[in-house]
């Protein structure tokens, strides 16, 4: 309980001093698809224990902030390891255009509904019947540093005829967002 007290605090403490600028990324090329894989092979275990395959595709590089950017992915592939259920997927796809990276995070499990889907980024907010552990600050922190690095994320379903399965997609310029 200690622990889970200590991390929820540690939590808003970051969170606080990133929505008011007090936390500036830095600027270094990153490999997306290397940090993808340093933290698949970090939740390989978990994932393995659900029995769910996680799949990693594409590449593009981007200048940012390395751990602002893994600790994002980390926290939304927590998340999808969370929620998918068991002998599911997690399919993680990086693609770049020009200015741009595009990464998709897809799961199977069940997804937001839409009226959900803005709220969800507000601290400690928990979506109605959520009985997955956690504080509700995840999402919060994920769209935080992403914002800090000048990317956008959105949520939708993966199946929209059948509402499911989660789909996660942050768009990321390529170049510096200090340099913008």
Do not use: W
């Amino acid at each position: 309980e200690y622990q889970r007290l200590a991390r929820m605090v540690a939590d808003m403490l970051f969170l606080a001093k990133a929505d008011h600028g007090l936390i500036l990324p830095s600027t270094e090329r990153i490999a997306v698809h290397d940090e993808a894989q340093a933290l698949f092979d970090f939740y390989e275990a978990l994932a393995e224990e659900k029995q769910v395959r996680l799949q990693l595709i594409g590449t593009a590089e981007i200048t940012g902030d390395r751990l602002m950017l893994r600790r994002a992915l980390s926290n939304l592939l927590s998340n999808a390891i969370r929620y998918t259920p068991e002998g599911g997927k997690i399919d993680l796809s990086v693609s770049k255009e020009i200015g741009f990276a595009t990464l998709q995070i897809q799961d199977s499990g069940p997804g937001i509904a839409e009226a959900e889907r803005e709220r969800v980024f507000d601290a400690f907010y928990r979506t109605p019947g959520s009985e997955a552990p956690g504080s509700g600050l995840g999402l919060s922190i994920v769209r935080s540093l992403l914002q800090r690095m000048g990317a956008e994320i959105g949520l939708g379903f993966v199946d929209e005829s059948h509402r499911c399965g989660l789909r996660v997609t942050i768009r990321m310029p390529t170049g510096s967002p200090l340099s913008n």
